[in-house]
């Protein structure tokens, strides 16, 4: 009797561990296809709110994070939209503006879908962010944008970016504000 009791504790043992390696196995191919797709979050953020969003959506989608930074930091008076001598406001009435981007990344091409964050500026993205469109190749990349902004939809910004980049493979964009983490992966999983 012992014997078999011993025999059939053993067969137990035997069997956990060859289901147990099974599963492994199905987890790894699983992290191997995640992997395989390359996902970066690229945003511009001039008072902190994007960087936020952009952080949190980073996390939940297993993405690499890069800061879209200006060569010259935005002031407090930069953005004052109010005052239509402002850095901003020049740059927006100038739709050829340009502003200049410094930490360029040296790996763009290892990405295959790209989120594209910012905050709503006159109804559409901030100039920087062609800046950065333009700085790369996005040919067979998807393309999502996503902004943060204190009463405007994200509606127009689509738009004018889907019209200025016709070739890029463009994915609906999202306004991010308050969005807690369950919404970001519904979100996410639904793209």
Known sequence: MKKITLFLAALLILCLGACSKGNGKQTEEKQADSKSTK??????????????????????????????????????????WKDKQSRSSVEMEDKSSRPEITDKLSNMADYEVIYVGFPIWWYTAPTIINTFLEAYDFKGKTVIPFATSGGSSIDDACEDLKKAYPDINWKDGRLLNETTEEELKQWVESL
């Open 39 to 80: 996902t970066l979050v690229a945003y511009f953020s001039a008072t902190g709110v994007t960087k936020g969003v952009a952080q949190q959506l980073a996390k939940v989608a297993g993405a690499d994070l890069h800061e879209i930074k200006p060569a010259q930091p935005y002031t407090e008076a930069d953005l004052n």
